[in-house]
């Protein structure tokens, strides 16, 4: 199974460094709403979300899906990134964004 990233769009506030859609070639879908992050040297990515306010009324986020198998969840955001990286469009961005792998790097097999 092959990832995608079909869309960065570099945005920087504190520790948030875009957005980006993501094509999952085997399942023929394309998930959009996908956010990058980096902190003291880390980068990850939080799965697409929606915004709720809680019972408190505090504004918080949970994803619009998730895995039942918290041991799928790891690679999948890995293979996200990594994506991401490979964008050919991200030094589109690169006053923004720079990318810790060349973009053009040939994709790997999730291990899932």
Known sequence: MKM???RFKAFES???RGFADIYVDE???EIPGFTLYEKDG???VNLPGQEYTDKDGMKKHRPIFFFKEKENWE????AARDA???FKGCSDNSDQYTPSKNCCEKQDELPF
Not at 75 to 78: A, G, H, I, M, V
């Open 84 to 86: 991401i990286d490979r």
């Open 27 to 29: 399942w023929g879908i």
């Open 4 to 6: 995608i990233c079909t």
């Open 14 to 16: 504190k520790c948030l």
């Open 42 to 44: 880390q980068r990850w």
């Open 75 to 78: 690679p999948f955001k890995n």
